[in-house]
């Protein structure tokens, strides 16, 4: 009878550690994201909600709202044209960073722009948004970029206040709702790893558009793929973009000529931002006025919390892949096969070991 015994403990011991093997490597990697010190949300595009329809979030031990993603044309929701976007509107790869990867394509027809997305309704006052005083954040993003340069994800609801698009007037009309999003470079270099943050949800330095943004002097590789990141630490107003794990320094010279970082120089020359001078460069001019001639753009200098939305209402939705704007273009395209948020400034270490998680190599879905 013992042998019998030793036998089946035996067996068993062998089916545990299979079924810990056949985790590996997708759940060793998604447990690595999820260990990180606040974690508070991951979407590696595996995972499904209970319905199995929608794609759903690892959540911080914290977390109890339904953070699984819709799918939405918002052409649709804001000015009343084209169709309702559904899954699959999202071609998949069958293999990512942690086993698969959703696809946005670059759509020809200007009344579809789907994306991803929580509501806010869903996500109002958790751990996901991000505000208010004291607040820090970080996020990773594991994607493989092939063209565009907008929006990757986020809290960045850019309105639908500022002007018509096409020809067509909005039926929505919405202020800015942003708090923080990452983005694939925009104007302040095409193509990089870039983070924009807002203290008021709206405009920033006299423009109609946020201002305040952080990038890395290198470029996301087409065609390849990337771990994009940043960090806003607030104790230390620092906003800090990361690329593959990396945060190089990177300065503007002669920012007033700039098309993006002009309105952050506009604003020191008024009074408005006034960054410590480790952060800016500047001389004396031959009227004898001090002027500025660098500005650093990774880490920048952000000394404000981020918007803080009195009510759901006020707020707007986490998105991947696009956000809700105006000029309605086309923006980042590609694929993304990791989104991961955090409630803390994470550390240059952690940021390190996050991008290193899937240095091996895509893997299949198991």
């Known amino acids: 009878m013992a042998n019998v015994n030793h036998k089946i403990c035996c067996s068993l011991l062998l089916t545990v550690t299979f079924a ?18 606040g974690f508070v949300a991951f979407w590696d595009f595996v995972r499904l909600d209970p319905s199995g329809a929608r794609f759903d979030a690892w959540r911080g031990s914290r977390e109890t709202a339904d953070f699984s993603l819709d799918a939405v044309n918002y052409v649709q929701d ?8 559904t899954y699959a509107d999202f071609p998949l790869l069958g293999r990512g960073p942690f086993g698969e990867a959703v696809q946005f394509l670059p759509e020809k027809d200007p009344t579809f722009r789907p994306l991803l997305m929580v ?28 063209t565009g340069n907008h929006a990757i994800a986020g809290i960045w609801h850019e309105g639908t206040d500022l002007h018509t698009s096409a020809g067509a007037p909005v039926q929505k009309v919405e202020r800015g709702r942003r708090q923080y999003a990452l983005f694939a470079g925009l104007a302040a270099n095409n193509g990089a790893s870039a983070v924009h943050v807002s203290e008021n949800g709206a405009a920033s330095f006299g423009d109609r558009y946020a201002r305040n943004l952080a990038v ?36 503007i010279d002669d920012p007033l000529k700039h098309p993006f970082f002009q309105w952050p120089a506009k604003g020191w020359s008024s009074g408005e931002w006034n960054p410590p001078k480790k952060y800016i460069k500047t001389r004396v001019n031959a009227e004898g006025k001090r002027e500025l001639t660098a500005l650093q753009a990774n880490p920048y200098w ?65």
Do not use: C
């Not at 810990?20 to 010190?37: E, F, G, K, L």
């Not at 993003?141 to 092939?146: A, I, K, S």
């Not at 990141?229 to 690329?243: E, W």
């Open 20 to 37: 810990a093997s056949a985790q590996s490597p997708y759940q060793n990697r998604v447990d690595q994201v999820r260990r990180t010190p």
């Open 216 to 251: 890395t002097p290198e470029l996301i590789k087409p065609g390849e793929w990337t771990v994009v990141g940043f960090t806003f630490d607030n104790a230390k107003n620092l906003v800090t973009a990361y690329i593959n794990g990396k945060a190089n320094p990177f300065w």
């Open 78 to 85: 804001y000015w009343g044209q084209g169709r309702q976007a």
């Open 119 to 146: 509501p806010r309704a869903r996500l109002h006052n958790t751990g996901l948004d991000v505000k208010g005083a004291r607040r820090s954040v970080s996020m990773v993003v594991w994607l493989m970029r092939e």
């Open 302 to 366: 952000f000394p404000h919390d981020l918007y803080s939305p009195p009510t759901s209402a006020d707020g707007g939705p986490f998105t991947i892949g696009r956000v809700i704007h105006t000029s309605r273009n086309v923006g980042f395209t590609g694929w993304i096969g990791g989104v991961a948020v955090f409630d803390r400034a994470l550390s240059p270490k952690d940021m390190a070991r996050l991008a290193a998680i899937a240095a091996s190599g895509p893997i299949s879905k198991q």
